[in-house]
C-alpha cells in the first residue's frame, strides 16, 4: 500500500533562518505531489505541484520554492524565512496521469517562527 | 470561477443527528467532488467522493448529494456521533484544471455526547 511521510512534525525557526521540508511518498511511481499550506483554522491553500522530477509550478508567488530531486520526494524550501511563512504545511500525492484521482495527504509540519 | 463556496462554517449537533454542509461551485467543468475529513493536527484524508453521473454517493453513515444543475453538492453524516467532530473540507477537480484540487474553506463539525 501507499503511504507518505512528512518530516520534521514540528518545527520552531527564527526569523530569516532557511527551510527545508521534506516529503517522501512510497509504494507508488510517478506520483503527482503537492505542498499546500493551512493557517489557523483556515482552508487550503496550494503552493506547489509536480507532475514529474524537475518539473515545479507555482500557485502562489512567495519566498518559498520547491523541488523534486527523485520521483518519490518533494521538497519546500526558503533562504529566509518571513514572520508570515508560520503555519500548518502539508504535502499530498496522487496517481500521475490519471483523471479523478483523490489526493493523500500526509500528516504535515507545524512551523513556527519566531 | 475556480472558487468552491461551503457552509456552515462551523456546525453543532447532537449525538444521533443529522450533520449537514453543504458546498457550491461555478466552473462546470469540474468533474470529481471528494470531501475530507480532518482532525486537530492531523492531515486531511479522503472520506467520500463523488463524480457528477450520479446524484448521490453512500458509504456508511456518509452520504453525498450531488445536484448538477444547481452546482451544488452535499455532505450527510447520519447518527452523528462525538467522534465524527473534526473539520470537513469540500473539493472539485478538473481535467481542465490540471487534476489541482479548488478546496472550500471548510466546516468545523461539533458533536455533542
Known amino acids: 500500500s501507499q503511504t507518505i511521510h512528512q518530516w520534521p512534525a514540528t518545527l520552531v525557526q527564527p526569523v530569516g533562518s532557511p527551510l527545508s521540508l521534506e516529503c517522501t511518498v512510497e509504494?507508488?511511481?510517478?506520483?503527482?505531489l503537492y505542498w499546500y499550506r493551512q493557517a489557523a483554522g483556515r482552508g487550503l491553500q496550494l503552493l506547489f505541484y509536480?507532475?514529474?522530477?524537475?518539473?515545479i509550478s507555482s500557485e502562489v508567488p512567495q519566498n518559498l520554492s520547491a523541488s523534486r530531486p527523485q520521483d518519490r520526494q518533494f521538497i519546500l524550501s526558503s533562504k529566509k524565512l518571513l514572520l508570515s511563512d508560520s503555519g500548518f504545511y502539508l504535502c499530498?500525492?496522487?496517481?500521475?496521469?490519471?483523471?479523478?484521482?483523490?489526493?493523500?495527504f500526509g500528516d504535515g509540519t507545524r512551523l513556527s517562527i519566531l | 470561477q475556480q472558487q468552491v463556496k461551503q457552509s456552515p462554517q462551523s456546525l453543532i449537533v447532537q449525538k444521533g443527528g443529522i450533520s449537514i454542509i453543504n458546498c457550491a461551485y461555478e466552473n462546470t467543468a469540474f468533474d470529481y467532488f471528494p470531501w475530507y475529513q480532518q482532525f486537530p493536527g492531523k492531515g486531511p484524508a479522503l472520506l467520500i467522493a463523488?463524480?457528477?453521473?450520479?446524484s448521490e454517493k453512500k458509504e456508511g453513515r456518509f452520504t453525498i448529494s450531488f445536484n448538477k444543475s444547481a452546482k451544488q453538492f452535499s455532505l450527510h453524516i447520519m447518527d452523528s456521533q462525538p467522534g465524527d467532530s473534526a473539520t470537513y473540507f469540500c473539493a472539485a477537480a478538473s481535467d481542465n484544471y490540471g487534476q489541482n484540487f479548488v478546496f472550500g474553506p471548510g466546516t468545523r463539525l461539533s458533536v455533542l455526547p
Open positions: 499530498a500525492w496522487s496517481a500521475g496521469h490519471k483523471v479523478n484521482q483523490p489526493q493523500h
Open positions: 463523488i463524480r457528477p453521473d450520479v
Open positions: 509536480s507532475v514529474g522530477i524537475g518539473q
Open positions: 509504494g507508488t511511481s510517478n506520483p503527482n
